[in-house]
């Protein structure tokens, strides 16, 4: 792989285990699409660092395991307007 898009991967997966953000807020932070975000950090960063990817996968985890939450508080928040 090139270098940096190994250091785009490295930078992307740090950014998600320190913030604990979702792909789609760390795509909007770093100006790439969500594909890419995830492909970096769920295929490409297995290769690169499998202990970081391992720390990556159970954030991505739980905000997967939280999406329904966050969408009804996003819709309750539109509608209180």
Do not use: C, P, W
């Amino acid at each position: 792989m090139k270098e940096d898009l190994v250091e785009r991967v490295i930078l992307v997966a740090t950014h998600i285990y320190q913030t604990h953000d979702t792909i789609r807020k760390t795509a909007t932070i770093y100006g790439l699409s969500k594909s890419t975000i995830h492909h970096d950090v769920s295929t490409k960063l297995k290769n690169i660092d499998f202990g970081l990817f391992l720390k990556v996968k159970k954030i991505l985890d739980e905000n997967f395991s939280q999406k329904h939450i966050r969408g009804g508080e996003a819709t309750k928040h539109k509608y209180s307007k």
